[in-house]
Each structure stands twice: as C-alpha cells, then as structure tokens.
C-alpha cells in the first residue's frame, strides 16, 4: 500500500529549483558550442606552418576561448578540397595559393586570406638543388635534363615555366614527393630538383646535395629575386567567417601571435616544427624561415606582385579565369 505524503511547499521548491538547475546545465554545453565553435584547420606538414604550430603549441587558441583542430594532409590540393567539402574552415600557411585558387573557381567566394608566407633570395623557401659533384653550375645547364618537381598544379606549372625562362628548354619534368628529391639525386635518378625547404636543408647537412639556386620563384617569374612570393597562405572560409564574425576575429588576433613569435623569437619558435612536420634536432635549427604578411600589412606593390603570381596561372591555362587577388584578402 502506499503512504505518500503530499509535497510540502518547501520541497517543491526545492524540486523546481533543482529542475531549473538541471535544464540550465544541458542548456548551457549548446550556448557554450555555439560561442566557441571547433575550428578545423588544414595544415601540410611544412616549415612554413611554423606560426600555427607554435600558436596551437602553445596555446593562444585556447587563451582566446578557442578549439581548434589542426588536420593534417599530404598536400595543398587536399587542404583545400576539405575547404570546399565543408570537411575544414581554413588553411595554414604553407599552403599552395594556386591551390586555394583553384577552390575559388570552383566555389567563388570560398575562403579569405588573412596571412600569407611570402619568399625570396633572402627568405628562402623554394630552390633548385643538384647533388652535391653534379658538375651543373647553372640553371641553363639543365637544358635536356633530368628534372623532379614536387607534387602538384602549383610545383609542376612553375617548375617548368621556371626551366624555360633560365633557358632550360627540352628539360624532362616529372613529380615527385618532396620527401624523395634528396634519394632521387643521389641514386642519380634526376638531374636536379625543383624543391620547399627543409630539402635543400636536409641535403646540405647529410652532405649529399647542394642549392644550385635559391629564391627561383621571384627571380624567374616575378622578375626580381628580392620580389615577395606569396607562395602560401593561410585562411579561413567565408562561410565560417560569416557564421563566426566574433570568433574568426579571435581565431586571427590568435595566430597573429604565433607570426610574433616567429618575427621576434625565431630560435624559441623553430621548436614547433617537431610533431607536425619531419624536421627535428639539429635540423630545426638550421632550416631557414619563411616571412610572414597579415592582412592588414599588403601595400598596392605586394599585391601587384601576388596578382603576377595568380596571372602566369591563367596564362598558362591552368586557371579558367582571371581570379583578382584583391578580392581574396581578409578586411576585417
């Protein structure tokens, strides 16, 4: 039989508090989510992602109320198909920005860019290199040769129109990794090679392989070795820029950060690069680093030389239309 006793006034407002409570607590993980939400960001495991390895590392995202989750792929084209798919919110830097352009025809306003990673003679990211007793001194001595470029649209297009600009013509291009050019060339399977650091880097110190030329892009397709290459760039998606005005904000001011610490503590910085890329040790200090432009440090000269850039592409038939950089560039 049961004996129940009615609720007294006291206990019921002790359950309806309780109940408050409860819904409260549910209520809030949602309100949470929606204030910070995950940001994934598509990175290629290179040295010039060092600013969003050392901001992730050290936790400026988290200071800023932030998760992100860096994705790792084997290359630029796929960081940026992952951006039209919807499977990221934006890219590092390092990059291909050929690459993000591609996903920009395809999608037009897909993505803005707030940093970029630009490269010349001084700050070396792309280079020829030759084995170390290759009796090749120059560029235009690769005329006929045997020649590996990294993977992809952006590598392969300049590679090539580099060759044929320092007079290299009848050079036999073919792709391959990256991570393979030093093996390549001292198996004497390529000539030379059309490379990103840390590879000349690698080489040199194992003492295998030498730079033939560095700072190739700006000299042979700018037209000035000191010109900056925009090579890389990092960015976020428009859709989430729109969706997320307040934490994309922060997701910046965030990585901001990590260029600082690039900028500032170079030696305290290049201790990132470990877990995210294959440099450690003793390489890590010896890798050069790239340079590093915000959004809101582009002159009318460094966007002249990025539209060059993106032109030599639809020249070439590799993009179907003209894609104005102006447009692509984060406003804030």
């Not at 400026?60 to 932030?66: H, R, S």
């Not at 070396?124 to 992809?152: H, Q, R, T």
């Not at 500032?264 to 470990?274: D, I, L, S, V, Y």
Request: with cysteine; glycine share 10%; hydrophobic share 45%.
């Amino acid at each position: 039989m049961s004996t129940s006793r009615p609720i007294s006034g006291a206990s019921r407002r002790r359950v309806l508090q309780a109940g408050a409570a409860g819904i409260a607590a549910l209520a809030a993980p949602a309100v949470l989510a929606q204030a910070a939400p995950k940001i994934r960001i598509g990175y290629w495991p290179v040295a010039a992602g060092l600013p969003f390895f050392a901001a992730v590392d050290r936790g400026y995202f988290k200071e800023a109320g932030l998760e992100v989750e860096p994705l790792k792929f084997a290359g630029a084209q796929q960081v940026m198909e992952a951006m039209l798919s919807g499977r990221s919110d934006g890219s590092s830097n390092g990059t291909g920005s050929a690459n993000l352009a591609i996903g920009e025809i395809a999608q037009p306003g897909l993505f803005k860019i707030f940093c970029t990673n630009p490269s010349n003679a001084k700050f070396v990211l792309d280079e020829f290199i030759v084995a170390k007793d290759s009796p090749v001194k120059s560029m235009a001595e690769l005329k006929g040769k045997k020649v590996a470029s990294g993977p992809g649209i952006q590598n392969m297009t300049l590679c090539k129109t580099m060759l044929e600009r320092a007079g290299a013509t009848g050079a036999a291009v073919s792709e391959l990794p990256i991570g393979q050019h030093v093996a390549a060339l001292v198996a004497g399977q390529v000539d030379a090679c059309y490379t990103l650091e840390p590879t000349g880097t690698v080489g040199r110190m194992n003492g295998t392989t030498r730079v033939l030329e560095a700072g190739v892009v700006a000299k042979y397709i700018l037209g000035d070795p000191m010109a900056p290459w925009h090579g890389g760039a990092a960015s976020l998606t428009s859709e989430f820029i729109k969706k997320n005005p307040e934490a994309a904000k922060k997701y910046i001011a965030a990585y901001a950060r990590g260029i600082e610490l690039v900028r500032t503590k170079p030696e305290e910085a290049r201790a990132h690069m470990k877990g995210y890329t294959a440099i450690e040790g003793a390489l890590t200090a010896e890798v050069p680093l790239a340079s590093y432009m915000l959004y809101n440090e582009f002159k009318p000269s460094d966007l002249a030389h990025f539209q060059k850039f993106y032109d030599l592409f639809t020249e070439k038939g590799i993009f179907e239309k003209k894609v104005a950089v102006d447009g692509l560039i984060y406003r804030g």
